[in-house]
């Protein structure tokens, strides 16, 4: 018999499974599955990133690369950072790897230490606090309100939890389920306390940066408070804002020291991503930023779509998403005729075919996320079938 190490039972397979293996399930007898809980556009990757992979390919840029990266790339990272956002990195604060999830467990996995804990908005990234597991340390979760503008942390709670022992604090803005965005007033907020408290540093997981609505950029802590610089460290990739989820490129910028540490931990595991993913990255990033518009501009009129279809038609609540492709609806006014909101995401796979991810995974019960990534035909059937199935929970 196998044995296991005692780290597994820290941390708890992805609570999506279940409902997929339903969806599975229902799918092969027949029934027809929409799922809106995919966590990816649905656009193909745009040609130019795809030739640029296959002269890769045709060049023999296939063999080992650097650790990090390599200096093209890395170069492309800083060149982008400065003209976007002014902040100035060198190629060797800058980390390459196998997706934004494996650059951000690298942080964590290379800083943590038992005992030290990591500060988490909720609702949070599923993955955030099974990674601070694994590396030994204890995730601690922060409030958010929402006061019209989306849920947002409770700013005095984030005060009172940080002790000697907080070692981050995450932000994920565009935030992973409910596309808020944080204003430059709210990150403001953020950096006046944590300039109080030296030894906190900051994990800003940007990689929705790209995709916002109304015109609204995001806005990096760093932008409003440059003497954090030291202790933050930004984690991106190229994943949602290209539709490249599957070439698996992430990338992190930072301390060189922290950076340095991370690259000796990558060494020792998947030394780095496919060579042919780090030139197809150079040519996104160094690319024109059309097709970010043009996926961005549909992807609002597919947020309104679904907005309006069911904020307005159900009793399911939603502050429009500012940013990513999630919307993040809250059930409570079923219960009653639902027990959770993970009874609410089953019945509704299962009457009306319909896959959402219940609030629960994200730390926040009684909500649902749904991504609007998909054609406006597919969406457009689902919003009628939530409508239904929303109708039928309370009999008219
Ligand atoms: C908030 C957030 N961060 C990071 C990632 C990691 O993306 P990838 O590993 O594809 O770069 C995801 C993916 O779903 C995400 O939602």
Redesign the pocket.
């Known amino acids: 018999m196998p044995t296991y190490a005692n780290r597994m039972s820290e941390i708890k397979p992805s609570p999506t499974i279940a409902l997929a293996q339903k969806a599975k399930e229902l799918k092969a007898n027949g029934k027809h599955i929409i799922s809106l809980a995919v966590?990816?556009p649905d656009a193909a990757t745009p040609e130019y990133i795809k030739l640029a992979a296959i002269k890769a390919i045709e060049n023999n840029l296939t063999k080992y690369t650097p650790v990090n990266g390599v200096i093209e790339l890395r170069e492309a990272i800083t060149r982008r950072y400065y003209n976007q956002k002014r902040l100035e990195y060198s190629t060797e604060q800058v980390t390459v790897g196998?997706?934004?999830?494996?650059?951000?467990f690298n942080a964590l996995f290379a800083s943590l230490n038992p005992g030290d804990e990591v500060l988490i908005p909720t609702p949070y990234?599923?993955?955030?606090p099974d990674m601070v597991k694994l590396a030994g340390g204890t995730p601690r979760f922060i409030t958010c309100e929402d006061n019209g503008d989306g849920l947002k942390p409770n700013y005095q709670q984030l005060e009172e939890m940080i002790n000697h022992k907080t070692k981050w604090l995450i932000l994920?803005y565009p935030?992973?389920p409910t596309g808020t965005i944080l204003s430059k007033q709210d990150l403001r907020k953020i950096a006046d306390i944590l300039l109080k408290h030296e030894h906190v540093q900051i994990l800003s997981?940007d990689?929705?940066e790209h995709i916002t609505f109304d015109n609204q950029i995001t806005t990096n802590i760093l932008e409003v408070e440059p003497r954090l610089y030291p202790r933050t460290f930004i984690?991106?990739?190229?994943?949602?804002a290209y539709a490249?989820?599957g070439w698996?490129?992430?990338y992190g910028l930072g301390n060189k020291d922290l950076i340095k540490k991370i690259n000796t931990l990558q060494s020792q595991t998947t030394y780095h991503t496919s060579s042919i993913s780090q030139y197809a990255a150079i040519a996104a990033l160094t690319g024109t930023d059309e097709f970010i518009k043009q996926h961005t501009a549909l992807l609002q009129k597919k947020r309104d779509l679904i907005v309006n279809a069911l904020h307005n038609n159900t009793k399911l609540c939603c502050t429009p998403p500012n940013g990513?492709f999630y919307a993040f609806f809250c059930c409570e006014k079923y219960l009653g005729k639902i027990k959770n909101d993970v009874d609410f995401a089953t019945l509704l796979l299962e009457r009306e075919g319909v896959a959402v991810v219940p609030g629960s995974a994200f730390g926040m019960p009684l909500y649902f996320r749904l991504s609007f990534a998909l054609n406006e035909d597919t969406l457009k059937d689902a919003c009628e079938r939530i409508q239904r199935f929303c109708k039928n929970l309370i009999g008219h």
């Open positions: 966590g990816e196998c997706g934004g999830k494996q650059v951000i990234w599923v993955s955030y994920n935030n992973n997981d990689i929705y984690a991106n990739g190229v994943s949602k490249m989820t698996r490129l992430g990513s």
